[in-house]
């Protein structure tokens, strides 16, 4: 049984020079919830890049088993799910069943298929009503759910989300962690959301400068102050 | 996760960079000319600008051998030359069968492509220097002083503001659908979808794009409205262009002009 | 670090300075005017409008599909900026696209930006709209009007432009023009379907987002006719000229010629210089080594000199 994600040593600069990896490692069991915390700059979303191969450093990534290497991106793609922070950039088909039928069309699964993989996910966020809606037109709770559709219609093994709370309003906000309860994958989630954190994820990795600076059960890491305090986060009160 | 590297310019400190972008502006283009009225074959000619121009890249700092990696951008363009050498009039030099057809390379096609190929070699220099050298709000106040017209210039100016945004954008679609472009484990099934369908999943992120662009507009106007636009564009009178900018000029047209005679000279006093 | 779209954009070097004199009065021409009819016709929204939508279509042509293997195809965007903001204001907008793609990126000459900006902008955006308009007018306001005309007027805005491109390059004796002209045509056929799909894919979902955008062009004011009548004469120009220089190359070769004529006008001036007077520059071999061996000395002078200033500034208080 393989690790669902595995980073052994990633280190990573920008082309500009700025470093912003430091020799990361981190391992997911299937199933796990992680969260992923840390101040702006700290690598978080660098990290994720590396995950499904948008950007490749030194160092080992292997995701569902696969080593991230330019031979398998496409199978790798299709078992990690990239949620990215910004919705607008996400959903960029004209309506939301093109969008979230992207990627099983990619794939090259015949039409029916796609077809039931479009209802069954747009089911699972809640939006079975939304499939021929303008995607444009959508608020940002709406598309943030959509986004997340359009990456579970691809069956992934694991999830990765980077500030799915972001911008969202406390009712869309709620119904987005109810959603995420809900779903039976393996998560990795980055986030500033700290009551998000203590509430669905029993596993925190802090990140800052580049590198983790504390991996653990969530609680015991939320209840050091100094830890949380030396690396900008606060507790949920 | 920034598109950084759209951005050419070169911070330093160099005699280069401290010229006013007007006369550097003008300049350029002089050398550039120059190159382009050289004649063909005027060899020591090309040398002397080869050598001017990396002189001039040596001043400014920002290092020969960058700008001569990005002057191999040009290079593949040069194929649209490559016949010369076989079709132009002239003492034969070699020849070889290609198929069905005999090829002759001739003394002057060879010395006509290779003069192009090193004017656009030579000319794109200057062009690298330039931008390198010029900060582009710069570059703008240079436009308005060769007597561009204000509303484009505007165009300009608002252009490289979003230019940034907009690239972050597309860099950020194109993301979104790698990570949504994965294979299938089922043996048998071709990935990617059809190419027309490609072709519109692309046209689509440009749509949206557009559409995006044109809203953001709309706030932008607003904005602007805000803080008293009414239509028409107004801009910070320039700056008196120094007397050590002008002798700069004067001086950088003077060499130009001097060597687009001696190329002249050169060429048909030979002819005799 | 730029991305080479279409091989459109000609660098210096390439085009004779008559051509690119010639072409620089003519995008001078027809920008001047466009910017004219644009101050008069257009709201205040113009500047705003026209710069973000100009940034668009510069980040759009970041945008790739795979084609085959390693190439892919993008997006030039005239027919699309024309379709969205009218042939005047798509003008000024493709001309700051071509202009920042020369002066920043350096795709595409400084002396050659006339003739680029001609093509891409002029004829590009001239053809595109008489196409538009024609097709619509076709299609009696149906909605395949907007989708086949799309399509259309982006194939052809390539195409035209590329044949100007390949008749530019044969006039001024770069590339002699039965190889320039098919070269250019045929391969540009193929990019422009790329082009028409893209763009088509971009109305669909314009359409099905902001339906009102697209019928911005055709609004209250008359249709530009004297765009379309520009459009058509370019493109008729340029489908008859194209084959016609290419089956006659000579005749082409025969006007770049004439470039060495007017040199050769001028060669009595250069017989007043006596050769005494320059010993030694009337051989080319010696002026050559010359140049080269003072070039030499030159550019290790000035490396010299910058290092010792910058060694002079590093040196804590002198």
């Given at each position: 049984m393989h690790h669902s994600i595995e980073v052994k040593n990633l280190s990573y600069s920008y082309p500009d020079g700025h470093v912003a990896l430091r020799g990361v490692s981190l391992n997911i069991t299937p199933g796990e919830k992680v969260a992923l915390v840390g101040p702006n700059g700290a690598g978080k979303s660098t990290l994720i890049l590396h995950l499904n191969g948008i950007l490749s450093g030194q160092g080992s990534v292997h995701v569902a088993g696969l080593p991230v290497i330019k031979e398998n991106l496409g199978q790798v793609r299709a078992r990690v799910g990239l949620v990215f922070q910004s919705p607008e950039d996400q959903l960029f088909s004209p309506t939301v069943h093109d969008d979230v039928a992207f990627g099983p069309r990619y794939q090259g699964l015949p039409e029916g298929e796609i077809r039931t993989r479009v209802e069954e996910a747009l089911a699972v966020v809640g939006m079975q009503d939304y499939a021929q809606r303008v995607s444009h037109h959508l608020s940002v709770g709406e598309k943030k759910r959509i986004s997340i559709a359009t990456v579970l219609s691809m069956k992934p093994e694991v999830l990765v989300l980077d500030e799915p709370t972001s911008g969202l309003d406390p009712r869309a906000r709620r119904s987005l962690i109810q959603l995420l309860d809900d779903l039976d994958l393996t998560m990795l989630v980055s986030t500033h959301d700290m009551h998000l954190v203590s509430e669905l994820f029993p596993r925190t990795v802090v990140m800052d400068e580049g590198r983790v600076v504390a991996d653990g059960p969530t609680g015991t890491l939320l209840a050091d102050e100094a830890l949380l305090r030396a690396h900008g986060l606060e507790a949920p009160d | 996760m920034h598109v950084h590297f759209l951005d050419p310019y070169i911070q330093a400190d160099s005699l280069v960079h401290r010229l006013d972008a007007r006369p550097k502006l003008v300049l350029a283009i002089a050398f550039i000319l120059t190159t382009a009225l050289t004649p063909n074959g005027a060899w020591a000619v090309f040398i002397l600008l080869l050598a001017l121009i990396l002189a001039v890249e040596l001043l400014s700092e920002i290092g020969v051998v960058y700008v001569l990696k990005r002057s191999m951008l040009a290079i593949p363009f040069v194929l649209a030359a490559f016949p010369l050498i076989f079709t132009v009039d002239g003492p034969a030099l070699f020849s070889f069968n290609l198929g069905a057809w005999e090829l002759t390379a001739s003394q002057p096609g060879l010395e006509r492509f290779v003069s192009i190929a090193l004017k656009s070699w030579i000319s794109v220099q200057a062009a690298i220097v330039l931008a390198s050298t010029t900060p582009f709000p710069d570059l703008l106040v240079a436009m308005r002083a060769v007597k561009v017209p204000r509303l484009?210039?505007?165009?300009?100016?608002?252009?490289?503001?979003?230019?940034?945004?907009?690239?972050?954008?597309?860099?950020?679609?194109?993301?979104?659908?790698?990570?949504?472009?994965?294979?299938?484990?089922?043996?048998?099934?071709?990935?990617?979808?059809?190419?027309?369908?490609?072709?519109?999943?692309?046209?689509?992120?440009?749509?949206?794009?557009?559409?995006?662009?044109?809203?953001?507009?709309?706030?932008?106007?607003?904005?602007?409205?805000?803080?008293?636009?009414?239509?028409?564009?107004?801009?910070?009178?320039?700056?008196?262009?120094?007397?050590?900018?002008?002798?700069?000029?004067?001086?950088?047209?003077?060499?130009?002009?001097?060597?687009?005679?001696?190329?002249?000279?050169?060429?048909?006093?030979?002819?005799? | 670090m730029h991305y080479s779209i279409a091989p459109m954009h000609i660098p210096d070097g390439f085009?004779?300075?008559?051509?690119?004199?010639?072409?620089?009065?003519?995008?001078?021409?027809?920008?001047?005017?466009?910017?004219?009819?644009?101050?008069?016709?257009?709201?205040?929204?113009?500047?705003?409008?026209?710069?973000?939508?100009?940034?668009?279509?510069?980040?759009?042509?970041?945008?790739?599909?795979?084609?085959?293997?390693?190439?892919?195809?993008?997006?030039?965007?005239?027919?699309?900026?024309?379709?969205?903001?009218?042939?005047?204001?798509?003008?000024?907008?493709?001309?700051?696209?071509?202009?920042?793609?020369?002066?920043?990126?350096?795709?595409?000459?400084?002396?050659?930006?006339?003739?680029?900006?001609?093509?891409?902008?002029?004829?590009?955006?001239?053809?595109?709209?008489?196409?538009?308009?024609?097709?619509?007018?076709?299609?009696?306001?149906?909605?395949?009007?907007?989708?086949?005309?799309?399509?259309?007027?982006?194939?052809?805005?390539?195409?035209?432009?590329?044949?100007?491109?390949?008749?530019?390059?044969?006039?001024?004796?770069?590339?002699?023009?039965?190889?320039?002209?098919?070269?250019?045509?045929g391969i540009h056929a193929i990019i422009g379907i790329g082009e028409g799909l893209i763009t088509v894919g971009a109305l669909a979902l314009i359409y099905a987002t902001r339906p009102d955008l697209l019928h911005a062009s055709e609004g209250p004011q008359k249709t530009e006719k004297l765009a379309i009548l520009v459009g058509l004469l370019l493109a008729l120009l340029l489908a008859i000229a194209s084959p016609l220089a290419s089956a006659r190359p000579d005749g082409l070769e025969w006007v770049a010629e004439q470039k060495g004529f007017l040199e050769a006008a001028q060669s009595p001036l250069y017989q007043i210089i006596p050769d005494y007077a320059f010993p030694g520059i009337s051989h080319q071999a010696a002026a050559t080594i010359l140049a080269g061996i003072l070039g030499t000395l030159f550019v290790f002078g000035v490396a010299l000199l910058v290092a010792y200033t910058r060694r002079k500034r590093q040196s804590p208080g002198s």
């Open positions: - | 484009l210039v505007s165009i300009f100016a608002l252009m490289w503001r979003y230019l940034f945004v907009l690239a972050d954008e597309t860099l950020r679609l194109m993301r979104a659908r790698a990570a949504r472009s994965g294979h299938s484990d089922s043996p048998g099934l071709k990935p990617g979808g059809s190419l027309a369908w490609r072709a519109q999943v692309t046209g689509g992120m440009a749509g949206s794009l557009f559409v995006r662009a044109i809203e953001r507009s709309d706030r932008i106007y607003m904005a602007m409205v805000s803080r008293g636009y009414d239509g028409e564009v107004r801009a910070a009178p320039s700056p008196r262009l120094g007397a050590t900018n002008w002798i700069i000029l004067a001086c950088g047209l003077a060499v130009l002009l001097l060597l687009l005679m001696f190329g002249l000279i050169l060429t048909y006093a030979s002819l005799h | 085009l004779s300075v008559f051509v690119s004199i010639l072409m620089w009065i003519a995008s001078i021409l027809v920008v001047s005017y466009a910017l004219r009819r644009v101050k008069a016709d257009l709201d205040e929204r113009q500047a705003p409008l026209m710069g973000v939508l100009a940034a668009a279509i510069f980040a759009g042509q970041m945008l790739n599909f795979v084609v085959a293997g390693g190439t892919s195809g993008h997006l030039m965007g005239a027919a699309i900026a024309t379709i969205l903001l009218g042939p005047w204001a798509a003008t000024l907008v493709m001309t700051t696209v071509v202009g920042v793609q020369a002066l920043i990126f350096q795709d595409g000459g400084l002396l050659a930006l006339g003739a680029n900006i001609f093509n891409m902008a002029v004829i590009g955006v001239t053809v595109a709209y008489f196409t538009y308009q024609t097709v619509q007018r076709l299609a009696g306001g149906k909605r395949w009007g907007i989708f086949v005309g799309g399509f259309l007027a982006a194939w052809l805005s390539i195409e035209i432009a590329a044949l100007a491109t390949g008749l530019e390059l044969a006039l001024s004796g770069t590339s002699p023009a039965n190889i320039a002209i098919p070269a250019m045509g």
